[in-house]
């Protein structure tokens, strides 16, 4: 597994090594000790989610502001651009963003620490996403912050109005959002 640290250095795209020919495909989608590694401590994973979203639907930015979730993120079927936004407001990178394009065909993982909001929007016709996370989900402290925000000013590769939950169509802009310290 590669680990290339992004504009955020701690986050992380993973690019697995991959091993095919006529016959299809292998690679070690996790391996505990070299993604601890990678990130440099250590990480207990809880829980594994996985969805299934059609093109032009934007999901997140989400997160959580007790119990909050590291996510490591990749997809299986489909392709989508992923997106991280720095919520630390302690961090020097407070308010940036990164995005990379996850697919089935590049094989890419991304890295999200706690402390960040998440987001992706679908490429392709379909796309399933999986993410594994290092805290429960908990409703009660999920919050999410407008996909559009001007502050944010995240370029997405949006060509029309996505398709948005009513939890995410109500995001609160970036200025006013509960963040991390």
Known sequence: MKAIPQAIP?????????????????????NHRQFEEAVGRSVSFVQDNHSRSVKNVLRGLHYQVQQPQGKLVRVVYGEVFDVAVDIRRSSSTFGQWVGAILSAENKHQLWVPEGFAHGFFVLSETAEFLYKTTNYYAPEYERSIIWNDQDLVIEWPVDVTPSLSVKDSAGSAFRDAEVFG
Do not use: A, K, N
């Open 10 to 30: 701690e986050v992380l795209l993973l690019e697995p090594r991959v091993f095919g020919d006529e016959r299809g495909f292998f690679y070690e989608s996790f």
